[in-house]
């Protein structure tokens, strides 16, 4: 399994281009918008595009993720159904923050436990709800790698200001189904640099497991 962060937008979102080495076959998360870079990421890695993935349905992560899967003739795969309130709102969204974003309709919404393919890699999907409802986790055990939207930064967490969005839900949805998986989890964050779980339960003032018995 290979790796590759494409800043994307104004609010610089880590959209992520993985791929399977073995088929070369890959998917792209979270194509927030600024497509060209996107797509001279997946010539220059030489890989086939098989798919769309979709952490969760804010507009900076899926704002061009319809435009882009019909111009790819690709399918989308993922958030959670409860982020549905947030796809379609992109409409309206993208002219409030100044962005292009339509509203679309996944192929398959995403549930926790189900698996998503790409190439010959299996990826787990781990629902962490808080900072939106329907916000997914992809993860790929046998690299030690996830993919984590917005739950969870370096030295940081998700917003949770936002409607629908639930402080609680979001710490519970780190402590409980991130830590599980592993210290030695390499995560890239939807915005920022990449971290392990391991150093933000050491550090992370949010969700370091000392600043949580406090």
Do not use: Y
């Not at 882009?68 to 993208?94: H, N, Q, S, T, Y």
């Not at 030695?184 to 964050?189: C, E, K, L, S, Y």
């Amino acid at each position: 399994m290979r790796a590759a962060i494409v800043p994307v937008t104004p609010l610089q979102q880590n959209c992520s281009l993985i791929w399977c080495t073995k088929t070369m076959k890959g998917a792209v998360i979270d194509p927030g918008g600024d497509l060209p870079r996107i797509k001279d990421a997946i010539a220059k890695a030489g890989i086939t595009l098989e798919k769309v993935l979709v952490t969760h349905g804010h507009l900076d992560h899926c704002g061009n993720a319809g435009v882009f899967a019909k111009e790819m003739g690709v399918p989308i795969e993922g958030p959670e159904e409860a982020d549905r309130f947030w796809i379609a709102r992109l409409d309206d969204d993208g002219p409030r923050w100044g962005m292009e974003a339509s509203s679309f309709e996944p192929d398959r919404w995403l549930h926790h436990g189900d698996k998503v393919t790409v190439g010959e890699l299996e990826l787990d999907v781990v629902h962490c709800p808080g900072h939106t409802p329907g916000h997914v986790v992809f993860h790929h055990a046998p690299s030690q790698f996830a993919v984590v939207g917005d739950v969870l930064f370096k030295g940081s967490i998700g917003r949770t200001d936002f409607p629908m969005s639930n402080h609680q839900d979001l710490i519970d949805s780190i402590t409980q189904r991130l830590w599980p998986l592993g210290d030695d989890v390499t995560f890239i964050p939807g915005h920022g640099p990449i971290s392990t779980f391991g150093a933000e339960r050491q550090t992370n003032p949010f969700v370091a497991d000392m600043a949580l018995k406090q």
